[in-house]
């Protein structure tokens, strides 16, 4: 008959890891409680997602070709992709994630309206998972309560899983971001047409940064700290919102949000046929805060492992077949962490750390390195001369922090 497989959650990992399983044929159940879901996110993707995902054209509001970085003391550093083909995708979420869901569904995955409450783990190696949900197929939020027994689960539903408390996947810690959608009158959206901001400073972020992305027609304004400053995060928002109160004068709040972000791997990602991808798992970067990318690309992972290790489905997989997507994920992405993870250290600490990151970001050979890696997931190592000059940039660069910090 073949493996059966859930996958909780419908978002960039959930849908993308339905979206392999359905194409090889594996009989697959894709939970979303909420169909028109719009996540907090500020909403960039890199280039390598475009086409990676075959993503459409249409799904992308805005292709930013210009980065202005603002320092604690106001200093503005432009930076700007030099190849006319390149650029960072700006989307709404709910605009994405409704394009993913509905293409996994059309390749086969079965998708069910519905919020699942309960994973019931079984008590052999054969035997199924029993997954306890509330149906909201008829429109109701209560929804009828019902239940499915599959071989796999695959948890892609978030920050807050129920899928990684369930399998006791253990905790992590974790940023809050808050973010406002604001509509703002023309000749203010036209000044972010291809320009998205980054904000630093004690005053918008002590541990993070501050944003202004554009989007459709209105800019997500937000910011982002650890959960230790969690009560502080009206007081760094109204910093992030006077920093830019000149770009956005006039503009109309159409959309407060707030969610949680991982700031490292859970410790167990895998728990006998149960995986976790994307924010279930804490594949969030440090630094940029990215997450969409590395969920999607996760998801994709674990399911192609998946299809790889059961034959298409035709045998049920062992926890060791599940954690080789671990062990192919850590190989391949173990060392961006770890760097994103020491800039953000280094970087992030204070304001006069913070001016000296806004400076080495307006070094042409820093920006060709760091866009490089943004846009395609790789980094090319610079020639032996660029690096020690990168590196004395550096060293330059946080001496003079100190006396430009405010």
């Given amino acids: 008959m073949g493996i059966r497989v859930a996958v909780v959650g419908s978002g960039p990992a959930g849908s993308s890891a339905?979206?392999?399983?359905?194409?090889?044929?594996?009989?697959?159940y894709l939970f979303e409680r909420k169909l028109d879901n719009a996540k907090p996110c500020g909403g960039a993707i890199p280039l390598c997602m475009v086409s990676e995902f075959d993503i459409p054209p249409e799904i992308v509001d805005r292709r930013v070709r210009n980065m202005k970085m603002i320092?604690?003391?106001n200093r503005e550093v432009d930076i700007r992709i030099v190849k006319q083909d390149e650029y960072i995708g700006m989307c709404r979420r709910e605009v994405l994630d409704g394009f993913l869901?509905?293409?996994?569904?059309?390749?086969?995955?079965?998708?069910?309206n519905g919020t699942v409450h309960k994973l019931e783990i079984p008590t052999s190696d054969t035997a199924p998972y029993v997954i306890h949900y509330a149906d909201h197929s008829d429109g109701s939020l209560t929804g009828e309560n019902k239940t499915l027994k599959v071989d796999v689960v695959i948890g892609a539903d978030g920050a807050n899983s129920r899928v990684a408390k369930a399998i006791e996947a253990g905790d992590y810690n974790y940023a809050?971001?808050?973010?406002?959608r604001i509509r703002l009158p023309e000749d203010k959206m036209a000044y972010y047409n291809d320009l998205?901001?980054?904000?630093?400073g004690d005053d918008v972020s002590p541990d993070f940064y501050a944003w202004v992305f554009p989007k459709y027609d209105h800019v997500a304004?937000?910011?982002?700290?650890?959960?230790?400053?969690?009560?502080?995060?009206?007081?760094?928002?109204?910093?992030?919102?006077a920093r830019a109160a000149r770009r956005l004068e006039g503009g109309e709040i159409i959309k407060v949000e707030a969610h949680p972000i991982p700031e490292h791997p859970r410790p167990r990602r895998v728990r006998g046929r149960v995986a976790l991808v994307g924010d279930a798992a804490g594949t969030v970067t440090k630094s940029s805060g990215e997450g969409i990318y590395f969920a999607a690309k996760s998801a994709r992972m674990c399911a192609e492992t998946l299809v790889e290790t059961t034959n298409a489905g035709q045998k049920l997989p062992t926890e060791d077949d599940l954690k080789l997507y671990i062990k192919r994920w850590d190989k391949q992405y173990g060392m961006t962490y770890l760097v994103l993870d020491l800039l953000q250290r280094v970087f992030y600490r204070t304001d006069a750390t913070r001016e000296a990151f806004v400076e080495m970001c307006d070094d042409k050979d820093v920006q060709k390195l760091t866009f490089d890696s943004y846009l395609y997931k790789t980094v090319v190592p610079a020639n032996p001369l660029v690096q020690m000059k990168i590196t004395a940039k550096t060293i330059g660069s946080l001496l003079r922090g100190n006396a430009l910090a405010p």
């Fill in 18 to 28: 339905a979206e392999t399983l359905a194409k090889a044929g594996i009989e697959t």
């Fill in 196 to 200: 998205a901001e980054m904000y630093v």
């Fill in 176 to 180: 809050i971001a808050f973010q406002e």
């Fill in 221 to 241: 304004v937000g910011t982002g700290t650890m959960r230790v400053n969690q009560a502080k995060i009206k007081k760094l928002q109204a910093g992030i919102r």
């Fill in 101 to 112: 869901r509905d293409r996994a569904e059309k390749l086969g995955a079965n998708l069910i």
């Fill in 71 to 73: 320092s604690p003391s």
